[in-house]
């Protein structure tokens, strides 16, 4: 069966640190991947997506990168966190042939 | 360019009542409908889907949604409402090919009176 893992579960990095979140997905090959943030209140907001090894694509401007090191691995990154980074941050996949989207338990990041 | 409204961010019905939940859209292209839970520092789960044929679809825990083109609304409803169904929910739609990118409503937390 397919399965998504993030770690870690939760975060707390000051202001200025680095960031790497790590995101696998079992079972299933050359799978579209994504990554969402949802802020407090407010709904998801597509990151980036990836449809194959070192395909990246960004939706929106800031100061977050994703790589795609692996077929089955996603990883958002930042070399310098800001206070507006906190938030839920979720991976999904879609699977080879597929349209529905089916997303990891997420990250916790609190930024202080 | 697609966008999804979901009217009322906080919804509150007794236990057994009618539960609807309201999402609309709009699209240029066919668009895949998607509704999603999500319960407390958890990711989110799909309840059921739209893609063509169809236009009432059913999904799990006994939730169920009408895909309206006339009325580019997609709301989800269940007959009667439980305890366990309190969580946040979420609309979304995707265009029919492509890369699939979702745009998903700002959701809806549903609470269940006792």
């Known amino acids: 069966s397919q399965t998504i893992h993030q770690w870690p579960a939760t975060l707390v990095q000051p202001v200025g640190s680095p960031l790497s979140l790590e995101c696998t997905v079992e079972?299933?090959?050359?799978?579209?991947l994504y990554w969402y943030r949802q802020a407090a209140g407010r709904g998801l907001q597509l990151l980036f997506y990836s449809v194959g090894i070192g395909q990246i694509s960004s939706e929106v401007p800031q100061n977050l990168s994703a790589s795609r090191p692996q077929d089955r691995q996603f990883i958002l990154s930042s070399k310098k966190l800001l206070l507006s980074d906190s938030g839920f941050y979720l991976c999904a996949w879609i699977t080879g042939g597929g349209y529905e989207q089916y997303f990891g338990p997420g990250t916790r990041l609190t930024v202080t | 360019a697609q966008s999804v409204t979901q009217l009322g961010s906080h919804v509150s019905v007794s236990e057994g009542a009618l539960v609807l939940l309201r999402c609309n859209y709009s699209s240029s292209v066919p668009p895949y409908l998607f509704w999603y839970v999500q319960y407390p520092n958890q990711g989110l789960q799909l309840l059921l889907k739209y893609t063509t044929g169809a236009t009432l679809v059913k999904g799990i825990n006994g939730f169920e949604a009408e895909f309206k083109k006339s009325e580019t609304s997609f709301h989800l409803t269940k007959p009667s409402a439980h305890m366990s169904d309190a969580a946040e929910y979420f609309c979304?739609?995707?265009?029919?090919?492509?890369?699939?990118?979702?745009?998903f409503g700002t959701g809806t937390r549903l609470k269940v009176l006792a």
């Open positions: 079972g299933t090959s050359n799978p579209n």
């Open positions: 979304a739609v995707s265009p029919s090919s492509g890369t699939y990118k979702y745009i």
